[in-house]
């Protein structure tokens, strides 16, 4: 999640160089990731801001909406820059779908898809769409649409065709979110988590035992362990097999975060009183709850936000964007480091 609520992306003019890892903690334990930022991406694109982004770990590509398309940037290349727009349209939101090697997109008033062994084409679904959310479960490969009316909208993913609607138990949902076989969902005028099995369409409470308020952003791990959430100045882990909130931080500020499902690490940034204005934490959720493992040292331009790749995130700064790995030597190739004050 890129500043709390948004993802976000673009492409890096130059690649910067490693900053050194600060972390007591992660000194002690030798098989903890080191995070090291290997590049800074500009945050603008056709003159307005990145809304969203997804990663594609099979390309080592980064997507990009912004209000002008869709964009893409290759973290392979040894200069990575932007390409695109290979759909040209006023994007609020996408969802990648890697078993289908699609992007589903979201605007203010419709839905629709990119394949990418066909890039420049996209379809729209059909429907009367006002939509305010999407999500993408990958068991049934199954595209979820919250509109303003009291159901979920479903489409298959591969044909684009609609399925059967699913019937809210109250106003229209909001923060979707998905792991296999299971969506969740927040409905607008009840408290609490709602989810919706996947192989039957039928939506229930989910009840979590601990400290838990909607609304809530909502992180999902891809595996399908845990669900983060961050509410007012606090982040919780959820452990989805037992329903029951296992750790909870409390921080200065709102908090961002994002599931580096490579290392399977929890990054999280805040705004902070004290110097360095801006926090980046990286927790290991766990039996033992949310165990911290290392404090990333942040850079000058470095503020909240942050949107997770694969072994790896994206973190929000001031016009740009700053890409973090634990593989630095995999992504691509470095200019001489420059460390930043």
Known sequence: MLHPTSRIAAVALAALAALTLISPL????AAEPTYTMVATLPSIIDGTGVRSLRYD??????YAAVQSGLFWVDLSEKKPRVKGPFVRKNVVKIEFAPELEKIFYMTADE????????????????????????VYEPTHKELYVATRDKRLMVFDGASGRAGDDVP?????????????????????????LYTIDAATHQIAPWPV????????YLEADPAGEYLFA??????????????????????????SIGFDP????LIATWGDDDPPPYKIRAYRPG?????????????????SGVEPTSHGFVQSGHLALLVWSSQPGQMFQLTAPNRQK
């Open 26 to 29: 992660a000194a002690t334990r």
């Open 57 to 62: 770990a099979t390309r080592n590509r980064l």
């Open 111 to 134: 839905v629709g898809y990119a394949d990418l062994d066909r890039f420049g084409e996209s379809k729209m679904l059909k429907g009367n769409l006002t939509p305010i959310d999407i």
């Open 168 to 192: 809210l138990q109250g106003w229209f949902a909001t923060e979707l979110e998905a792991i296999p076989g299971r969506v969740f969902v927040e409905l607008a005028d009840k408290q609490g």
């Open 209 to 216: 035992t601990g400290r838990l308020f909607t609304p809530a």
């Open 230 to 255: 961050t509410f007012y100045r606090e982040f919780v882990a959820i452990d989805i097999k037992r329903a029951a909130v296992i750790g909870n931080i409390v921080t200065p500020t709102v908090p």
């Open 262 to 265: 490579g290392e399977r690490v």
């Open 287 to 303: 039996a033992d709850g949310l165990t911290e493992i290392a404090r990333l040292e942040n850079p000058r331009v470095g503020i």
